[in-house]
C-alpha cells in the first residue's frame, strides 16, 4: 500500500525521492541547487512562484518566489498584514495555483497532480487555517474525528487518537462543544489538533496562534516545536513577535509580496 | 483504507442528511411511494388477465351443444369429424349427467340438490369441450363447427379473450405512461433534496475538499440519502400491497365483474417474486442515480484549480 496517508512522514520522504521524479530531476538541473542529498532533501520547493487573484498584473499577491525547506525544519513566515503570507499556505495545499513559477513538496510538482493525488497529498499534510474552517454542525470531538475518518482510520482506534490530541491541546473538557460555542482560541486549538492527529508529513499553519493569550501561546508554540522534533516539518505564518525572536528559527520575511529576508534568528527589521 | 469504518460513516451521514432536510426527505418517499403503489397496482390487474388470456387458451376452448333428441352415435360421429379438423387440439365430450354432477357440486349446497331428487334439469346438456391448438385459429373453426348438422349451440370464448387482449393493451400503456411520470416527478423531488441538502452543505464540503476527502467520500452520505429514499419509497408500497393483494384483486374483480369471470387469481408469492425485486430495483436504482446526477451538477462548482 503506497498511500501517503499510512507511511510514516519519515520513510515516506525517503521513499518519494529516491523514486527519482523527472520533474523534480530537471529542476535540479536548471537551478543552481547543489545536487539533492537524500538526507538533506527539500520537502517543499517553491520555484520563482508568483499569484496574482483576479488577473491584473498589477496587484500581485505574490511576486517570484522562491525558497525552499528541508524536511524537519521549523520555518516562520512573517510579515505585514496583505504581504502574501496565507497565499503561501494555500499555494503549498494547492488550495490556489501559482500564476507562474512551480511547487514541488514531497518531490511531487503540484501542478501535476491529479484529482485524485491532490486528495491524498492534502491528506498527507497537516493544515491550520486562519479562519480555522471547522465543521459548524459538529461538535469538538467530532470535527477532530472527521480528520481521522477522511483518512479512512480503523473506527475503534479513533477515539483514542482523538481524546489524545484533545488533551494536548487542552481541550478534552469541552469535546461535546459546537464552534459556535468556543472562542476564538479555542477554535484555534480544535483547528491544531485536527491538523495533528493524522501525524502529517509537513504543518502548514496560518497564525495558529493569532487569538491566543501569551500563556496559551507558548503552549500552542512548545507543542509545534514537539511535532518538529519528532520529524514533522513545520511553516508557521505568525505576527507574534515576541514568539519568533525566543525561538530563535529560520525566519522568512515577506513584504507587499515579495521576500525581503530569509535567515535563521528573530523577526527582523520593520 | 478501512473500508467498513468509512461505509459507517457514510450511512450515518446520510441519515444525518435525511434528518436535516426532513420535509424535502418525506416528499420524496410519499411520491415514490405514490408511485410504486400505483406500479403494484397496475402490475396485479396485469398479470392477472394475463394470467386469464393464457386460462382461456389452454383450458377454456369453446363449448358446444347438441340439438335436441341426437343420437349418442351421431355425437360419436361428430367427434370424430371435429378432431379431424387442423386447429383442433382435443374435444372432450362430457355427458348431461356428468354435467348435473357437477353443477351440483360447484354450485349448490347439498340440501338444495337433494330436493331435484333423481331428475336432471339439465337434460339436454351434453357438450364437446373443444381445446384449440392457439387463440388466433379459433374464430374460423368455430364459425366451421357451429355449421355442422346436430350442433345447436356454440359458447365461444373470443370476445372475452378479445377484450381481455385490449384491456392488456390499453392497461400497458396507461400503466407506462402514469407511472413514468410519477416517476420523473419522483426523480425531480430526491434531484431537489439532494440539491438542498449540498447548499446547506456547500461550506462543509469546501473544507472537506481541502483537507483531503476523496470525491466518493464526500458524496457517499448523499447517495446513501438517495438510496434509502428509494428504499423506503419502494418496502412501503410493497408491504401494503403484499397485505392487501387479495382484497385489492377482488375489489377490482368486482368493479369488472363481466370480465374477471373465475376469482382464480395468480397467487401472492409468484406476483411478488417479480413485483418486490422489479419496485425495488426501480426505487434504488432512482434514489441512486437520482442523487448521482444531481451530485454531477451541483459539485462541480467544487473540483479544485
Ligand atoms: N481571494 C482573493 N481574491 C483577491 N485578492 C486576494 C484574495 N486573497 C487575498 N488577496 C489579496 O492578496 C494579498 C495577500 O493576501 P494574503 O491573504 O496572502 O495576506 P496575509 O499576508 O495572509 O495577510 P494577513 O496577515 O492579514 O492574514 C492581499 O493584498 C489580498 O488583498
Ligand atoms: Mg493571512
Given at each position: 500500500m503506497s498511500d501517503w496517508e499510512n507511511v510514516p512522514a519519515s520513510e515516506l520522504q525517503e521513499q518519494k525521492i529516491q523514486e527519482s521524479d523527472p520533474a523534480l530531476e530537471s529542476v535540479s538541473e536548471n537551478s543552481?541547487?547543489?545536487?539533492?542529498n537524500p538526507l538533506d532533501a527539500p520537502v517543499i520547493v517553491l520555484e520563482h512562484v508568483s499569484k496574482e487573484y483576479d488577473g491584473?498584473?498589477?496587484?500581485?499577491?505574490?511576486?517570484?518566489v522562491s525558497f525552499s525547506v528541508k524536511k524537519g525544519e521549523f520555518v516562520f513566515i512573517v510579515g505585514p498584514s496583505g504581504s502574501g503570507k496565507s497565499t503561501m499556505i494555500r499555494l503549498m495545499m494547492k488550495e490556489i495555483s501559482p500564476t507562474e513559477g512551480r511547487i514541488y513538496v514531497a518531490g511531487k510538482d503540484l501542478a501535476k497532480l491529479r484529482k485524485r493525488q491532490v486528495c491524498k497529498y492534502r491528506r498527507s499534510i497537516g493544515i491550520v487555517f486562519q479562519d480555522f474552517r471547522?465543521?459548524?454542525?459538529?461538535?469538538v470531538y467530532e470535527n477532530v474525528a472527521f480528520a481521522q475518518q477522511v483518512v479512512g482510520a480503523p473506527k475503534r482506534r479513533i477515539p483514542k487518537e482523538v481524546s489524545k490530541m484533545l488533551n494536548l491541546v487542552g481541550l478534552s473538557g469541552k469535546y461535546k462543544n459546537r464552534p459556535t460555542e468556543l472562542s476564538g482560541g479555542e477554535q484555534q486549538r480544535v483547528a491544531l489538533a485536527r491538523a495533528l492527529v493524522n501525524n502529517p508529513m509537513i504543518l502548514l499553519a496560518d497564525e495558529p496562534t493569532g487569538n491566543l493569550d501569551p500563556q496559551n501561546s507558548w503552549e500552542i508554540m512548545n507543542l509545534l516545536e514537539e511535532i518538529n522534533r519528532r520529524g514533522t516539518t513545520v511553516v508557521v505564518v505568525t505576527h507574534n513577535r515576541e514568539i519568533v525572536d525566543r525561538m530563535q528559527k529560520r525566519v522568512i520575511s515577506v513584504q507587499s509580496g515579495v521576500i525581503v529576508e530569509d535567515k535563521k534568528g528573530g523577526y527582523g527589521h520593520e | 483504507m478501512n473500508s467498513f469504518g468509512s461505509f459507517a460513516y457514510c450511512f450515518h451521514q446520510g441519515i444525518k442528511n435525511i434528518r436535516r432536510n426532513k420535509l424535502f426527505s418525506i416528499a420524496s418517499v410519499a411520491t415514490m411511494t405514490a408511485c410504486l403503489f400505483l406500479f403494484g397496482i397496475m402490475y396485479f390487474i396485469l398479470i392477472n388477465v394475463q394470467y386469464m388470456l393464457l386460462e382461456a387458451e389452454t383450458n377454456v376452448g369453446v363449448t358446444v351443444f347438441f340439438d335436441e333428441g341426437i343420437e349418442d352415435e351421431q355425437i360419436a360421429n361428430l367427434k370424430q369429424r371435429i378432431e379431424a379438423m387442423?386447429?383442433?387440439?382435443s374435444v372432450v365430450y362430457k355427458s348431461a349427467a356428468q354435467t348435473w354432477e357437477e353443477y351440483k357440486e360447484t354450485h349448490l349446497t347439498d340440501e338444495l340438490a337433494e330436493t331435484f331428487g333423481t331428475d336432471n334439469p339439465l337434460e339436454d346438456s351434453a357438450s364437446f369441450s373443444i381445446f384449440f391448438?392457439?387463440?388466433?385459429?379459433?374464430t374460423e373453426t368455430v364459425a366451421q363447427i357451429a355449421m355442422?348438422?346436430?350442433?345447436?349451440k356454440v359458447n365461444d370464448t373470443e370476445d372475452m379473450v378479445n377484450t381481455l387482449t385490449r384491456l392488456n393493451r390499453i392497461l400497458s400503456i396507461g400503466s407506462v405512461i402514469i407511472i413514468g411520470l410519477l416517476l420523473c416527478i419522483a426523480t425531480f423531488l430526491i434531484s431537489t433534496t439532494v440539491t438542498m441538502g449540498v447548499s446547506i452543505r456547500r461550506k462543509e464540503i469546501s473544507i472537506m475538499h481541502l483537507i483531503g476527502a476523496t470525491d466518493i467520500f464526500i458524496r457517499a452520505p448523499f447517495l446513501v440519502e438517495g438510496v434509502i429514499i428509494g428504499l423506503l419509497g419502494a418496502c412501503i408500497p410493497l408491504s401494503i400491497l403484499y397485505a392487501l393483494y387479495y382484497k385489492i384483486i377482488e375489489l377490482i374483480a368486482s368493479k369488472f365483474s363481466s370480465l374477471f369471470s373465475t376469482l382464480n387469481f395468480v397467487n401472492t408469492s409468484e406476483v411478488f417474486q417479480v413485483l418486490a425485486p422489479v419496485s425495488l430495483c426501480i426505487g434504488v436504482g432512482i434514489g441512486f442515480l437520482g442523487s448521482y446526477f444531481t451530485l454531477n451538477k451541483q459539485l462541480r462548482n467544487f473540483r479544485q484549480l
Open positions: 543552481s541547487r547543489a545536487p539533492i491584473t498584473t498589477e496587484n500581485h499577491a505574490l511576486t517570484d471547522l465543521l459548524q454542525d459538529r461538535n | 387442423e386447429a383442433v387440439r391448438e392457439s387463440v388466433e385459429e379459433q355442422l348438422p346436430g350442433i345447436r
